[in-house]
């Protein structure tokens, strides 16, 4: 019935307000360099809260219908109820995405300036410097891999740079070459990209992680403003004047009204 074809509608509509939000933050968690970079603390919270928002949408619309008497299902209370999610909803975009604009543009002024020694590339660095040397070896150089090299040690941060390299095509992680011979070496492959992955990471954060951050805080913006219109055309119709007919009805006497051309006999 109307129930039902409601609770629909309004649940795609939610879905449609947190699925883009939801896929990007979840892109992010899933890659390890941004997760390095950014934590996986926001976009762990945003998925949670969002799951946590729209099952309990669900629950409050159909309480809604079942539990409040069918008089006070008014259109007022409709847009009460749609302004308080939007609300929700509105704030817990923009927090989350303010989290990560705030981490992104922290890591990439890390990772240009202070490479070497900020808390998110140090040991990156130190890794990095540490392939280097096993990579120019010259029992290593024929080598397709460092992995493949003797004494190369899997760990957390290899599998990062090993991610970069794959991933943004470059080649050394804040690393000056003495000459041209290990200028564009490449430590996973041997692709020898020209590109630094210190730039190319930089670069990443900057118009991809920190754009995901910056169109998740402005839809929440926008949908906080949204239930800001929505309670205040709310108060307008609560303070517009009654029309002269509903204040003063005509008595009907108990008996049938008949109406005929507009007129009440």
């Not at 302004?83 to 890390?110: C, H, I, K, P, Y």
């Not at 957390?156 to 390299?165: F, P, T, V």
């Amino acid at each position: 019935g109307l129930e039902g074809f409601f609770i629909v509608a309004t649940s795609c509509m939610m879905i449609l307000f947190l699925l883009m939000p939801m896929w990007n933050f979840a892109v992010l968690w899933y890659n390890e360099i941004y997760v390095h970079f950014i934590g996986a603390l926001p976009m762990l919270v945003m998925l949670a809260l969002c799951t946590a928002i729209f099952c309990c949408y669900l629950l409050v619309i159909r309480a809604f219908f079942r539990r409040v008497p069918v008089k006070a299902q008014t259109a007022q209370a409709f847009a009460m109820l749609a302004g308080a999610f939007l609300t929700v909803v509105g704030l817990t975009l923009a927090l989350a995405g303010r989290m990560v604009v705030s981490q992104a543009l922290a890591a990439v002024d890390d990772v240009r300036y202070d490479c070497r020694f900020a808390q998110s590339t140090t040991n990156l660095y130190q890794t990095a410097e540490l392939l280097t040397a096993l990579r120019t070896a010259p029992e290593c150089l024929q080598e397709q891999s460092v992995e493949l090299c003797r004494g190369f040690s899997a760990t957390n941060d290899a599998n990062i740079l090993k991610a970069m390299e794959s991933q943004l095509r470059c080649s050394t992680f804040c690393y000056a070459p003495t000459n041209t011979s290990t200028a564009a070496l490449s430590l996973f492959s041997t692709a020898a990209y020209p590109s630094s992955c210190q730039m190319m990471l930089a670069r990443e954060l900057l118009f991809y992680v920190a754009d995901v951050g910056y169109q998740s805080y402005y839809e929440g913006c926008t949908l906080v403003a949204i239930a800001v219109i929505i309670g205040f055309l709310k108060v307008v119709g609560f303070c517009t004047p009654l029309p002269d007919r509903l204040k003063n009805p005509m008595p009907d006497y108990g008996s049938t009204r008949y109406v005929s051309q507009g007129y009440i006999t």
